[in-house]
């Protein structure tokens, strides 16, 4: 089992559209969608490879769904995990491959 999830250092971009910053939404996407990407895909070879079958996990947040205040580029790197897993889930359908994503309301990180 694999759990992919966006980091807390993705939040710092806290900025209406008009105002973000170009570096900010693409450390945002790189962080959030492309590191999930990389991720799920090094997994997934893996995981094949093995012929066991195993469970990719991402976690998303409710901001995915109901979009916050000043959390734009957040809100849609984490909605681009929800489509991820559905698209990872229809490829491999055929496998015993399962993939999951959670969006939880918030997490307070202990660092």
């Known amino acids: 089992m694999v759990t992919v999830a966006p980091t807390p250092t993705s939040m710092e971009n ?27 895909q090094f997994a997934i070879k893996s995981m094949l490879d093995s012929e066991r079958g195993g469970a990719i996990i991402m976690v998303s947040s409710i901001s995915s769904l109901n979009g916050m205040e000043k959390r734009a580029s957040y809100s849609v790197s984490t909605a681009c995990l929800i489509w991820l897993t559905q698209s990872l889930s229809s490829d491999y359908s055929k496998t015993t491959l399962l993939f999951f994503c959670l969006c939880p309301l918030s997490v307070n990180p202990l660092f």
């Open 14 to 40: 806290r900025n209406n559209v008009d105002t973000t910053k170009k570096t900010g939404l693409e450390k945002t996407i790189a962080v959030n969608l492309a590191g999930s990407f990389y991720c799920s």
